[in-house]
């Protein structure tokens, strides 16, 4: 099985600056493509940032886009969030995910996501 534990959410400031971090674990975690979403109460969740775990593609929300860096770690089964210029509407949980090991391109369609954290809380004031 496959664990995903997500750390650094807290409350931030508007304009100010967090890094998410999340480290997967298991035996079979062979995953090619990870990603960040959020979600706030009675919303959808909903796509941020994608990342293959070369690190050679990336892709991004619109809303983030210029303001938010994924990123991988010198482990392929770490990845970071890199999140500046924060403004209040950032405020949600934040959760990684992981592909199965048969997708073999990046997506930010959820349901195409096999694996999923418990999420951390980010809060931004105003």
């Known amino acids: 099985q496959v664990q995903l534990v997500e750390s650094g959410g807290g409350l931030v400031q508007a304009g100010g600056s967090l890094r998410l971090s999340c480290a997967a674990s298991g035996r079979a975690f062979m995953s090619r493509f990870m990603g960040w979403f959020r979600q706030t109460p009675g919303k959808e969740r909903e796509f941020v940032a994608a990342?293959?775990?070369?690190?050679?593609?990336?892709h991004y929300a619109d809303s983030v886009k210029g303001r938010f860096t994924m990123s991988t770690g010198t482990a392929k089964n770490t990845v970071y969030l890199q999140m500046t210029s924060l403004k209040p509407e950032d405020t949600a949980a934040y959760y990684c995910a992981a592909t199965s090991s048969r997708k073999t391109s990046i997506t930010e369609n959820r349901y195409e996501y096999q694996y999923w954290g418990q999420g951390t809380q980010v809060t931004v004031s105003s």
């Open positions: 990342i293959s775990v070369d690190g050679d593609s990336t």
